[in-house]
């Protein structure tokens, strides 16, 4: 590592006004978009916050819990990085799958008791986690019921949206649930490295040399990862009690807050029957079409952008723990810095680029989103320099917290692995805010009338082969280039682990390379199709 040296700070630097800058331009900022948004449902039926509420405490607890489970798949259940990833893999197939038939099992229920069902599934999942590490006890009691209790959040949280809005004041809706959502990942991403750091065995430095030693809490010892999850359970139970002041029936029209009977009567289990079959029907009848067809085949072209948010999730909290050190700040550097970016993000590129086609957006951003993995396999000494001006401070003492100073920042430098990251993970993250908004709207744009929601739906179907492949890609990538030793301890050095990045960002290439070479066939078949 290579000495770095800086000037003394003065009381109130340039690193402070610029700091102070963006925390207040930034509050103002969300305040007016959160407000924007706000004064346009004031006569939304309370159920709408509580809603919010319940979706703050599930997502931040989610997000927390979803960065320590690869962690924990493997120091507290002793799985393999490659049979860890493959877990993820089953795990990830499962949302899938239950995501889309919870629309139909609200429809059949109703909000308050589909949301009950979710609180339920999700408390036994996470007191599963908490409390066991047998590898096929937790696939039963852990994995699948929270596979199941947070697939229905998302379909739940959309059907109460569109009931608790007008027609006009939907995409309102819809768009504070957006920032609220970000919002609870960054306070999850800024938790989970909160209580690595804070249940961490420390040397007498105070350099963190095991993050999950944990604590005991009634007698029994819990790591740190279940600790995340303990915390986790905490918010469910929470949510919980919300589910009981959350009203069935409501609904908002053009006169106001309207309260329906529940109808009661009837089989439960007959309606969602029908509901199934008609459902499936209407699968088999789209999928035999040409266009849909077509459809599948750009989809399956953005799974490999996409899925560099699967290697953020599972593959980067085991790479930055063994490249940078345990404690490192990997909850921050992507958890907090990319939901956050994407808050303010999104609304300025829609602004600016409302009259430019989806398929050009989705084409543009994904060349940034894919690219940007390559800076992670850049030289760290390039930017080691770095670290001892005004932008070290605002990083690593203003934003990450790691000295209370420069003079002790410069006594003992973080390593300069942290700047290739830090960079990547922003210009990836302006890519992001760039494709991912529009691929939605792109899939409702193309959709025939009347089928969209099916082919929203039936999106997910690439992910099915795909998610079998980078599960345990990801944990075969960790293995080859940041393997640990047989006590399961990180080595002292990987000098191949920027490897990692380049076999992501080469795979996520291969999707603005191919919707640069399919642009005219895609848009020939879809002028034609639309034409009839």
């Excluded at 009634?218 to 303990?230: A, K, R």
């Excluded at 952008?305 to 921050?332: C, D, M, Q, W």
């Excluded at 079998?468 to 191949?496: C, E, H, I, M």
């Amino acid at each position: 590592m290579s000495a770095v040296t800086a000037t003394a700070s003065p009381a109130f630097g340039l690193a402070d006004a610029i700091t102070w800058s963006f925390v207040i331009g930034g509050l103002i900022a969300l305040g007016f978009i959160i407000w924007s948004y706000v004064k346009g449902l004031r006569e939304s039926p309370r159920d709408l916050w509580l809603l919010f509420a319940y979706k703050v405490v599930e997502y931040a607890a989610y997000a927390a819990m979803n960065m320590a489970v690869i962690l924990w798949l493997t120091k507290d259940c002793g799985l393999g990085d490659v049979a860890a990833g493959t877990y993820i893999s089953v795990w990830s197939i499962c949302l899938s799958v239950m995501g889309m038939f919870a629309g139909a099992l609200v429809d059949t229920l109703g909000i308050r008791r589909t949301m009950i069902v979710s609180v339920l599934f999700l408390i036994v999942g996470r007191v599963g986690f908490s409390f066991l590490t047998n590898p096929w006890l937790i696939f039963f009691f852990a994995f699948l019921p929270q596979g199941i209790g947070f697939a229905i959040v998302g379909p739940l949280i959309s059907v109460a949206l569109k009931r608790y809005t007008t027609k006009e004041g939907a995409a309102l809706g819809f768009g504070l649930f957006y920032v609220v959502m970000n919002l609870a990942f960054a306070a999850g991403g800024w938790f989970f490295d909160w209580a690595r750091e804070f249940y961490a065995l420390k040397d007498a430095a105070g350099k963190i040399t095991d993050e999950n030693l944990g604590t005991v809490l009634m007698g029994i010892h819990f790591s740190t990862y279940q600790l995340i999850f303990l915390y986790g359970l905490a918010a469910t139970c929470f949510s919980f009690l919300l589910t009981w002041v959350i009203r069935d029936g409501v609904e908002m029209t053009e006169e106001g807050v309207r309260v329906r009977p529940v109808a009661r009567t009837g089989s439960g289990l007959a309606a969602l029957r029908g509901t199934a079959t008609e459902t499936w029907q209407t699968i088999r009848g789209t999928v035999g079409e040409k266009f849909f067809l077509i459809y599948c085949g750009l989809i399956s072209l953005t799974l490999f952008v996409r899925f560099v948010f699967f290697h953020f999730h599972y593959t980067f909290p085991k790479y930055g723990i063994r490249v940078l050190g345990e404690g490192a700040k990997i909850g921050s550097i992507y958890g907090v810095l990319n939901p956050v970016l994407v808050v303010f993000l999104v609304p300025l590129v829609a602004a600016w680029t409302k009259k430019t086609s989806s398929y050009k957006m989705m084409m543009w951003g994904s060349w940034i989103s894919a690219l940007s993995c390559f800076i992670a396999a850049m030289p760290s000494h390039w930017f080691a320099g770095l670290t001892g001006g005004v932008l070290g401070e605002l990083v690593f003492i203003k934003w990450l917290g790691m000295a209370p100073d420069m003079a002790a920042l410069l006594a003992n430098p973080p390593l300069a692995e942290y700047w290739p990251l830090v960079f990547f993970i922003l210009i990836f993250t302006i890519g992001e805010a760039i494709w991912s908004p529009r691929l939605m709207q792109f899939s409702a744009e193309i959709a025939p009338e009347g089928k969209e929601g099916t082919y929203m739906a039936l999106s997910i179907l690439p992910f099915f082969l795909a998610k079998l492949f980078v599960g345990p890609l990801s944990g075969w990538l960790l293995d080859r280039y940041t393997p640990v030793d047989a006590a399961g301890n990180a080595l002292a050095s990987y000098p191949q682990h920027h490897l990692v990045w380049v076999w992501i960002g080469a795979m996520a290439l291969i999707s603005p390379i191919g919707m640069v070479l399919l642009r005219d066939w895609f848009i020939r078949h879809t002028a034609h199709h639309e034409s009839k």
